[in-house]
């Protein structure tokens, strides 16, 4: 779906200029993600070269392609999200310390030294904490 750029900034304001999942404000270059994946082929085109390049081609789940399924997101959100559910995506950021200490020597480190501090705090993503506090208010 290709956004009208009043869609876009309306997208852009939905949580007031912010990443809908970690709450960073979003840069220039931000993107409209779709919480729910449509999920798009990839296929191979072959350039002149003769070499091959992957490029998207139709979506699986067209009928998620709506402005209702999209949220303004961070490029390192969208990107790490990728095509993961918010439940999956989750459940992987909630194994990032785990795999820090298990792949990363410096990490280990800095905690020994107490540079670092593990919270075990729950994956809460912007856009709930702001429904929980529209809720409260």
């Keep these: 779906m290709k956004l009208t750029k009043a869609q876009r900034e309306q997208l852009r304001q939905m949580f007031g200029g ?10 220039n270059r931000w993107h409209a993600d779709h919480r729910e994946a449509v999920v798009r082929a990839v296929i191979p085109k072959e350039m002149p070269n003769g070499r091959y ?6 979506p699986h789940f067209p009928e998620r392609d709506t402005l209702e399924n999209m949220m303004p997101s961070c490029p390192p959100c969208n990107i790490d ?3 993961m ?11 990032s310390v785990e795999v ?17 501090e593990e919270t075990g705090a729950a994956i809460v993503f912007y856009f709930e ?8 208010a």
């Design 100 to 116: 820090l200490v298990n792949n990363y020597p410096t990490y280990r480190h800095a905690k020994r030294f107490g540079l670092i």
């Design 18 to 27: 912010r990443c809908a999942y970690c709450g960073e404000p979003l840069p």
């Design 81 to 83: 999200k990728s095509m």
């Design 129 to 136: 904490r702001v429904a929980a506090q529209q809720e409260a």
């Design 85 to 95: 559910s918010l439940e999956s995506w989750r459940q992987k950021l909630a194994r």
């Design 53 to 58: 390049k992957l490029v998207s081609g139709d």
